[in-house]
């Protein structure tokens, strides 16, 4: 029902920085948040931030203060901002839409991913 597609990933030196996008389309009716996992290599995929309509926000420590998470609904579109990035935060990055009330609950699409690089 829904897609999602990633993009903005690539290869930067520590302290630089890089911008994800996610792109819905299909049936958006039922985005009620976004959120973006990652899994780094060799390990569990981890949430790292989320956005509700509300505009209420959620990040993970160690990347709270360097990331930004936003959404434009009109787009159907979320991104994340990445500054200062680390070797820490090589990984795949997942977009991630989900429902949160009445008949859009439960609903939970993912995208394919987009590889952060981090390295000197």
């Known amino acids: 029902q829904v897609r999602l597609v990633e993009s903005g990933g690539g290869s930067v030196q520590p302290g630089g920085s890089l911008r994800l996008s996610c792109v819905a389309s299909g049936d958006t009716s039922c985005i009620h948040a976004w959120t973006w996992h990652r899994s780094a290599p060799g390990k569990e995929r981890e949430l790292v931030t989320f956005i509700t309509d509300g505009g209420s926000t959620y990040y993970k420590d160690s990347v709270r203060g360097r990331f930004t998470i936003s959404s434009d609904n009109g787009k159907n579109t979320a991104y994340l901002q990445m500054n200062n990035l680390q070797p820490e935060d090589t990984a795949v990055y997942y977009c991630?839409?989900?429902?949160?009330?009445?008949?859009?609950?439960?609903?939970?699409?993912w995208g394919n991913g987009t590889l952060v690089t981090v390295s000197s």
């Open positions: 991630n839409t989900r429902g949160l009330s009445g008949p859009c609950d439960g609903q939970d699409y």
